[in-house]
């Protein structure tokens, strides 16, 4: 029995350190609030650690962490729907901006990197996963495997929600609070 859960921590601890940082880029996409999201990458880590029990190898550990990371997300989205209000961004949740020169073009990056995140965060759980695991450089096969589709599928989706963000970011429609989801 301990045998088995050395191997669960094993390999959690490989899955932490080489996602981790997806975990969190994930985690923003799901969710705005900077204090809730720290939770659900509590809980997106609690739910990777527990699901390696029972982790037997048939996908790989890339395709098993996302799935985990996106199953814990939407439910995250899901339980906090009712009560959750959108709010916007600030340059304080963005972090530190690198030191360039070009400050104005860093802020409006930043800028542009918001309304996008804004606008991924309005898209349904399905469409959200899959562009979010695709700006993960995840291919439409990868993609598939996590949401269960097939790639041809995959990529029909991921053209269709690019050209459909990329509307709605030219058009300004980032204001979340004027907009239900579409």
Partial sequence: MAEKTTSQDAQYD??????????????????RDPEKRKDLVQDIHLEL????????????????????????????????????????????????????????????????????????????PVDRQIITLYLEDLDAAQIGDVAGMSPGAVATKIHRIKYKLSELFNQGETDVQRHTKP
């Fill in 14 to 31: 490989i899955a932490a350190v080489e996602f981790g940082d997806a975990i969190d880029r994930l985690a923003y996409a799901y969710e």
């Fill in 49 to 124: 650690w527990r699901s390696f029990k029972i982790f037997n190898g048939r996908s790989s550990v890339r395709t098993w962490v996302y799935r985990v990371a996106h199953n814990t997300g939407a439910s995250h989205v899901l339980k906090n729907k009712r009560i959750s209000q959108n709010s916007y961004l600030n340059i304080d949740d963005v972090g530190e901006i690198p030191d360039q020169t070009d400050y104005l073009g860093t802020f409006e990056r930043i800028d542009q990197l918001d309304q996008l995140m804004a606008l991924i965060q309005r898209l349904n």
